[in-house]
């Protein structure tokens, strides 16, 4: 039996997001035990209670050591105002632990990864069950946990360097702070949602000044782009090839990932 | 007679917010000679035109020495494109000018003052005449030029410190870039417009990583934020003093700049 925790870092879920995920666990996945900490149904302005609350819980369920696996239960925005002090509050057992979540969760993912505490995996969250085939987005997820490798992006099979996947937005805001891992020699993949194409530009700009070294880059997903006032004249590929072309980083075309039913899995490394 | 050059290195003007500008110009400060760069009227996706346009018509200006200045036309998007490409192109008499803008021009004036290459000023721009009250923005800018003192900060007549004044997106975008100014020692004015307080807490997150040294921090005006599905919980002044905080950032109070008409002048330095 696999015990998996799960929390919040960042904004909140509801009851019956967990009831609808934990039945779906229960009736396909009989060796993974769920336990979902009340925490996560806190809710203070934007964020699944204060800094504290989302601190301490995400710490009980890191240094439990009857717990497996920690899953972010969503995104949203917040994991970047705990994630150092989490990191440095961790017991050993945290040691031993997968991590799951993608988007915001970037910031605890990226944070451990640097640490090298556990395994940081890019994988659907729980509250990816209200999108619609979202069922297919946690079977991925816990499917994986259970032994399963389908939910792998496809890339991964054929690639030789360490890789990690990160939503733009988010690496672009770990670049440079005491969150943000080594990635030399890594493939990078990153995706992005609701962002105007202007700002995927500027995202891509700041991020490549820091990815000398990388192996090479990869596209996801794009997606929910708003429409403006005024078409950018390029698209996202042309965007990334452009930023890479100026760093000589090698675009190595695109990535299985993004924010939608389909994401699929990177355990990083 | 002072000659200032006009052009758009990221979105364009129309003949009409040029004709607005000259006429004020001509009517208040007779000493100054404004030449707008045919380019600020051209448009390519959401551009000024193409890269290569933009470029070339900022290096006419630049490398001209009958020009006291550069004035930027308009921010938007786009200065970053071409900024490196620029400043490794400029004459040495690029070493005697003032440049002036803000918002996305902060690309360049970042760029030039960390090569120290004549003089940045954060100040309105020509589009500003759009705003309500937006002669008094140009009145500003053009009354400095022409020797006036009464559109400077108000802080900067009591500060020790070098000063630098940014939009908070466009400076976080420059951090750790091949364009981001050395500030250890300076105070540093930043602003926002149109952005969410969540995205203004992730800006500050990634930001104050990279403000190490400074010698405080001022906070403009953070204009039209949108309204989101549910209250931040802190407001722009409680964002900037936690994030300070956390980096043993001195918090310095309020600056009188902002996206709008009461804009006020920073020369670099």
């Not at 949203?76 to 050993?92: H, K, M, W």
């Not at 556990?118 to 946690?138: F, K, Q, T, Y």
């Not at 000398?212 to 596209?219: H, P, Q, S």
């Amino acid at each position: 039996m696999m015990r998996i925790a799960v929390c919040a870092p960042s904004t909140p879920i509801t009851p019956a997001d967990a009831e609808r995920a934990l039945a779906l666990a229960a009736a396909e996945f009989p060796d993974l035990e769920i336990v979902v900490h009340e925490q996560c149904y806190a809710v203070e302005g934007h964020f699944a209670g204060s800094d504290a609350v989302r601190r301490e819980a995400l710490l009980e369920c890191a240094n439990d050591p009857s717990f497996d696996a920690v899953w972010f239960a969503r995104g949203g925005y917040g994991a970047c105002r705990i994630a150092e002090d989490v990191i440095a509050q961790l017991s050993p057992c945290a040691r031993d632990k997968t991590w799951l979540g993608y988007s915001d969760a970037g910031y605890l993912l990226g944070g451990l990864y640097r640490e090298r505490i556990g395994r940081p995996v890019h994988a659907p969250m729980l509250a990816d069950i209200r999108r619609e085939n979202g069922e297919a987005a946690l079977r991925r997820t816990l499917g994986w946990l259970a032994g399963a490798r389908e939910g792998l992006e496809p890339n991964l099979a054929r690639e030789a360097h360490p890789v990690v996947a990160f939503n733009l937005m988010t690496l672009a805001m770990l670049a440079g702070t005491r969150l943000m891992p080594g990635l030399a020699g890594h493939v990078v993949m990153v995706e992005e949602v609701s962002e105007y194409l202007y700002a995927v530009d500027r995202l891509f700009f700041h991020l490549t000044a820091h990815l000398g070294g990388i192996a090479g880059l990869r596209l996801g997903r794009v997606s929910d782009v708003p429409e403006n006032d005024r078409s950018f004249g390029h698209d996202a590929e042309a965007i990334a090839r452009h930023w890479c072309a100026r760093h000589s980083i090698a675009f190595l075309g695109h990535a299985d990932i993004g924010h939608d039913a389909a994401n699929r899995l990177v355990p990083f490394g």
